[in-house]
């Protein structure tokens, strides 16, 4: 009978770990695809902007012109580089009676209280970026409050709320500018290199959770036997 408790108290234990470390290699072998999809994009010819499709694929690169909104813009709140918190700057760009969302890069901020400087030199110039969807499938304690206070600091990128407050059609993606150019900031690859190692490594943990728990049942076990 103890036997038997024993083997139901570890197996599931030992079974769930072997599970999440397959699962974790499933993630990094997802990851590693996307990077590798982001590194072959970057590696082609920009498209002009007036050329992509109405939904490009992601990573795409291309070449825009517009006009920026210097009254109007956001800052992506959270946002780590270098080990330092920040924020990506947003800023809409007017083409064609349409905004697209531009993402300028990361700015630190030290404080709270007040927020950083982001006034734009030129607000007319070509832009190079490739595109990203942002992901819709986000949890959040507070939503974010859609005001007319600005520059406006948001958590996530909602098109549809950003198209209501501004009150013109917005694409469903953002461009994210992938060098150094006028009015960009400090400029990080949206995908980091090598995001599978991570993964591969809670694996590795999870297996060895799984190793443990296996040799300690058998310890337990046989010590059992030896007192019967």
């Avoid at 009978?1 to 290699?25: A, D, E, N, R, Y």
């Avoid at 780590?80 to 890069?105: C, H």
Wanted: charge should be negative.
């Amino acid at each position: 009978m103890t036997k038997t408790i024993k083997l139901l108290f570890f197996l599931p234990l030992i079974m769930i770990c072997v599970f999440l470390g397959f699962w974790q290699i499933d993630r990094g072998s997802e990851k590693q695809v996307i990077y590798t999809a982001f590194t072959d994009k970057l590696k082609n010819s920009p498209i002009d902007y007036k050329y992509l499709e109405e939904y490009p694929d992601q990573f795409t690169r291309t070449i825009i012109n517009g006009r920026y909104i210097t009254d109007k813009q956001f800052l992506l709140d959270n946002k780590v580089f270098e080990k330092r918190a920040g924020y990506e700057v947003i800023t809409p760009l007017v083409v064609n009676e349409k905004i697209i969302l531009i993402n300028r890069g990361w700015l630190y901020n030290n404080s709270r209280q007040f927020l950083p400087n982001i006034s734009i030199k030129s607000t007319t110039e070509s832009i190079a970026g490739y595109v990203y969807y942002y992901n819709d499938n986000f949890y959040d304690l507070a939503d974010d409050s859609y005001t007319s206070s600005w520059p406006l600091i948001i958590q996530n990128i909602e098109i549809q709320k950003i198209a209501e407050l501004l009150q013109m059609d917005v694409e469903p993606y953002v461009i994210i500018m992938n060098q150094k150019q006028v009015n960009s900031y400090d400029i990080q690859n949206i995908i980091s290199e090598n995001p599978e190692l991570k993964h591969y490594m809670y694996a590795g943990q999870w297996f060895l959770f799984s190793i443990i728990g296996f040799i300690f049942m058998v310890i337990l076990m046989r010590k059992e036997n030896s007192n019967e």
